[in-house]
């Protein structure tokens, strides 16, 4: 017989405890996947915070185009507020 047969000559000695060398590849995936969520969640909170100025922008617009209108048209108080709101409603 062989001396390789039944492994009576072994020279091969398994590792007794947790390989020290860490697999590049097992933490490949799950550290793109966060780097893709944070990614994401940047850019959602970049275009919620230009839409909430965009709003604002807006909101501020309608504001002024009212306070004009309440200065063109008056608060219909009195005759000479009402009178007032006519000539400039007809001027236009």
């Known amino acids: 017989?062989?001396?390789?047969?039944?492994?009576?000559n072994k020279s091969y000695n398994p590792p007794t405890g947790p390989s020290l060398k860490p697999r590049n590849g097992r933490w490949l995936i799950p550290l793109?996947?966060?780097?893709?969520?944070?990614?994401?969640?940047?850019?959602?909170y970049?275009?919620?915070?230009s839409r909430r100025e965009y709003s604002q922008a807006?909101?501020?617009?309608?504001?002024?185009?009212n306070q004009q209108l309440m200065d063109a048209y008056?608060?219909?108080?009195?005759?000479?507020?009402?009178q007032h709101a006519l000539d400039t409603y007809h001027a236009q």
Do not use: C, P
Request: net charge negative; aromatic share 12%; charged share 25%.
């Open 74 to 82: 008056g608060d219909k108080n009195s005759l000479h507020d009402v």
């Open 58 to 65: 807006e909101e501020e617009k309608r504001m002024a185009r």
């Open 46 to 49: 970049v275009e919620a915070k």
């Open 32 to 44: 793109m996947a966060t780097i893709g969520l944070g990614f994401g969640a940047y850019n959602y």
């Open 1 to 8: 017989m062989s001396q390789f047969a039944f492994g009576a």
